[in-house]
Nanobody, 129 residues
């Protein structure tokens, strides 16, 4: 079965850190661009960070720049989202998504959800004030 599996979510106090992982099962991630999305109750799904297949391009939404770091280890078919200095407004369900693209320009558009071939089930991140 081809799927993405997220892990690492949880409850943390404001200012704390979490590291989310997105692992591929049944396929490899090396030919895929990966984006982390998040969705808070009553809000649209938002692209948070994107990394191209070769990691030459990484893009972040403005609200997380300087706090979140996206990286990938293709040999492990895993992508990591390190989240530091978390704020209550970061509270959401976080999803990773994979698109079969090797373009370095893939991450130019961050919140377009229709381009992705695989989605994870989501992991809850809750930041208390």
């Amino acid at each position: 079965q081809l799927q993405l599996v997220e892990s690492g979510g949880g409850l943390v106090q404001s200012g704390g850190s979490l590291r989310l992982s997105c692992a591929a099962s049944g396929f490899t991630l090396d030919l895929h661009a990966i984006t982390w999305f998040r969705q808070a109750p009553g809000r649209e799904r938002e692209g948070v960070a994107c990394i191209s297949s070769g990691a030459s391009t990484i893009k972040y939404v403005e609200s997380v720049k300087g706090r979140f770091t996206l990286s990938r280890v293709n040999a492990k078919s895993t992508v990591y989202l390190q989240m530091n200095a978390l704020k209550p407004e970061d509270t959401a369900v976080y999803y990773c998504a994979a698109a079969r693209s090797q373009s370095a320009d893939f991450c130019t558009i961050l919140s377009e959800t229709r381009r992705y071939h695989y989605w994870g089930q989501g992991t809850q991140v809750t930041v208390s004030s």
